[in-house]
């Protein structure tokens, strides 16, 4: 069992930065594979980005690529998400997600197993 708690979403102007924490509960986070996701009003849940167990592989949207980064540090249990160069189309909550699998289609969320409770990110024009 694996417990997530996202932080640091909020109000940003187009063009700024924000950097997503994901805190994990449970002995094994090491073992998972991390995902970020985001869902805007009226619309379906998202890949964003993921990152395997051992960080040794990324993966991310092409629309995020160039400007997002996402890492993870297993002794503290967490994964970031850093956000440059914000657009206003980029308002949504933004979800992480961890997969109990070594392998798999980061890509899909159906792959993870836990979720969290998402964070706001509001990017204004």
């Known amino acids: 069992q694996v417990q997530l708690v996202e932080s640091g979403g909020g109000l940003v102007q187009a063009g700024g930065s924000l950097r997503l924490s994901c805190a994990a509960a449970g002995r094994t986070f090491s073992s998972y594979g991390m995902g970020w996701f985001r869902q805007a009003p009226g619309k379906e849940r998202e890949f964003v980005a993921g990152?395997?167990?051992?960080?040794?592989?990324?993966y991310y949207a092409d629309s995020v690529k160039g400007r997002f980064t996402i890492s993870r540090d297993n002794a503290k249990n967490t994964v970031y998400l850093q956000m440059n160069s914000l657009k206003p189309e980029e308002t949504a909550v933004y979800y992480c997600?961890?997969?109990?699998?070594?392998?798999?289609?980061?890509?899909?969320?159906?792959?993870?197993?836990?979720w969290g409770q998402g964070t706001q990110v509001t990017v204004s024009s």
């Open positions: 997600a961890a997969a109990g699998g070594y392998s798999g289609n980061y890509f899909n969320p159906k792959w993870y197993d836990y």
């Open positions: 990152i395997a167990w051992n960080a040794g592989s990324t």
